[in-house]
């Protein structure tokens, strides 16, 4: 996988959620492509269709209208193509594993010992360890901590240093900041920037987070009532950032 290449394209999305009384158009017509090496953040306030763009995206919900174009090296087995760290920490993890299994597994999938029964749990663990330090410098788990027992920040740091080992080519983040504090988000921040900069890995971040679009050189694209409205300097960002 080489830099810029399109990975996912929506076209025409629009997804409609049908409830007992009601439809509500969550995403309208929305064209979107995803580039290998892209950070594309998305901000829009609370029910504007972050959640569901990146559930699109994803393949957890299907478009109600549109299509979308998915590169073959996503569907190709046995590699790890697109990581989601949801909105809700406690849905990162699993509860009743500890700190330590967590980044065991986590150096087992990004060292490509997948699947489970060929776990070879051997450099992988110090990367993701060594992440959850660069992460937080105020870590204070211990590593026989349940998953579960964590804080909602701590919970969340574990996961993106999980997700930063396993590196795939799509890491989708919900609200990833919403439990951090200022010095925690800055330290995330600039983390997930320095480990995906140069790297194949495409980062799509969705927030209403301030300090996510103030920590970055890059434009914001904005979705508004499940419509993308300010497209173009997006658009002009990922061209002045491409290869010639
Ligand atoms: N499973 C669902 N069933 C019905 N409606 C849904 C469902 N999921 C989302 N919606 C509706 O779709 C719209 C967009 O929701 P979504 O969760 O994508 O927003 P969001 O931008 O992520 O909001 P927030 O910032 O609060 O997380 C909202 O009006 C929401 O009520
Ligand atoms: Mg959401």
């Not at 996510?212 to 997006?234: D, H």
Request: proline fraction near 5%; include cysteine.
């Amino acid at each position: 996988m080489t830099l810029n290449e399109t990975l996912v394209r929506l076209s025409q999305v629009s997804v409609d959620f049908h409830g007992e009384q009601t439809t509500v158009a969550a995403l309208r017509d929305v064209d979107l492509e995803i580039h290998s090496g892209q950070y594309l953040i998305i901000v829009g306030s609370n029910g504007s269709g972050k959640s569901t763009l990146l559930r699109v995206i994803a393949d957890d919900v299907h478009p109600t209208r549109g299509s979308v174009y998915r590169a073959p090296a996503l569907t190709r087995s046995g590699s790890t193509s697109i990581v989601t760290i949801r909105q809700n920490p406690a849905q990162n993890l699993a509860a009743r594993l500890t700190v330590a299994e967590h980044l065991m597994l986590a150096g087992a999938i990004g060292s490509g010992a997948l699947p489970w029964q060929r776990l070879r749990v051997k450099k992988g663990t110090a990367d993701a360890a060594a992440y959850l330090h660069v992460l937080s410098d105020a870590w204070t788990a211990v590593p026989t901590q349940l998953a579960g027992e964590l804080s909602g920040g701590q919970k969340q740091l574990l996961a993106l240093a999980i997700a930063l080992t396993i590196r795939p080519l799509i890491l989708l983040l919900d609200e990833p900041t919403a439990a951090l504090d200022d010095q925690n988000a800055h330290h995330f921040l600039t983390a997930l920037r320095k480990a995906q900069s140069a790297t194949p890995m495409a980062c799509v971040i969705v927030t209403h987070d301030e300090r996510v679009t103030s920590t970055n050189e890059f434009q914001p694209c904005r979705l508004a009532g499940g419509s993308i409205v300010s497209p173009s300097l997006l658009q002009q960002r990922i061209s002045e950032e491409s290869p010639t």
